[in-house]
């Protein structure tokens, strides 16, 4: 059977960023343990229903998974071995805020088979960080580096954000260029996205924070990442990711490529050999399906198989080296050209797209206006 890869959600947070929308709750990490068991009775039930499958990949995200104990990452990790079968060589990552680590308890991840350190550190800035709520300062960040690399973490990602209020683009160049000298293996790069609701929205509504940069100076923090990476012997492979040869997120090109995940948690997503399905994203909710020990498994129900497919290609192409066609074809029964033959055949014609091999993939050109490429496919 396919290997599988596992997310498991850590909902707790110091306080909450003002641009965050994702399911955590901030202030609440004394209920660690109670939430840990109620994850580990999910996991019993899915190892139970699923089977003891083999598992690639493990992404413990957040929320911050770094307001765990030592002890309790290695009991998590323990409960994950005994349910299912976690390959020697797995990719087993941590989501890391620098201010809640310390020497100690990155020894203590380390050793629990935690092997890739992926730290938020969205910029060096002081005032930029203080401006996005961020509860670290640049100093933390740099130390938080290294003490990652003392506890013996090889591989580490580092999360950058750039389009931040009243940022310019020399502002990002220095960020990028410092967190470049810091020698990660990988970086993200993501422009902020101003969800609705956030604390962020409101106060850019209000007039109460710098504006955000315009359309020009994004373009041109995008060109800044793209050359200041390549330079520094990063390659690009996903829209918002670079990594060093040999270092990119085998876990996030499972996402990109369409591979089968379970989540576990509080908002967990899963997608289980065709079953797509997700977990309450509230608090009571969750730890109520979890005890009823009948966890969810088929919320969402089954997809169409032209969502499946338009997935397929969406989040595909969203990595440079494209989708597998041969792939796509013996999982839907035809190829990509013979689902979408006017729009691929003109993409192809005029250099939005290319193939190489068995890979169908969008060229730079392509990947400029890539949601306009999207929408056609849709
Ligand atoms: S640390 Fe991450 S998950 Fe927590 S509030 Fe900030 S952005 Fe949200």
Known sequence: ????????????????????????????????????????????????FFGRRQVSTVFIGGGTPTLMSGGQAQRL???????????????????????????????????????????????????????????????????????????????????LMFGLPGQSAAQWAQTLSEAIALAPEHLSCYSLIVEEGTPLSEQLEAGACAALPDEDELGCMDELTERLTACAGFARYEVSNYARPGFECRHNIV?????????????????????????????????????????????????????????????GLRMVRGVDCARFARDFGEAPEDVWPGVIARDLRVGLMERDGDFLRLTERGMQVMNSVLVELL
């Open 1 to 48: 059977m396919q290997p599988i890869s596992i997310y498991i959600h850590i909902p707790f947070c110091v306080r909450k960023c003002a641009y965050c929308d994702f399911t955590s709750f901030p202030g609440r990490s004394a209920q660690m343990e109670t939430y840990l068991s109620a994850v580990c009775r999910e996991m019993r039930a899915q190892a139970a």
């Open 255 to 315: 996402y990109w490529a369409c591979e089968p995940y379970l989540g576990l948690g509080c908002a967990a997503h899963s997608d289980m050999d065709g079953r797509r399905f997700y977990n309450p994203s509230d608090w009571a909710g969750y730890l109520r399906m979890a005890e009823s020990g009948s966890p969810a498994r088929d919320a969402e129900g089954e997809n169409t198989r032209q969502d499946r497919m338009f997935e397929r290609m969406m989040m």
């Open 77 to 159: 990790l323990d409960a994950l071995r005994a349910c299912f079968d976690v390959a020697p060589d797995a990719e087993i990552t941590m989501e890391g805020n620098p201010g809640t680590v310390t020497a100690q308890s990155l020894a203590a991840y380390r050793a629990a088979g935690v092997n890739r350190l992926s730290l938020g550190v969205q910029s060096l800035d002081d005032g930029l960080l203080a401006a996005i709520g961020r509860i670290h300062t640049a100093a933390q960040a740099r130390e938080a580096v290294r003490l990652a690399r003392a506890a013996g973490f090889e591989n580490l990602n580092l999360d």
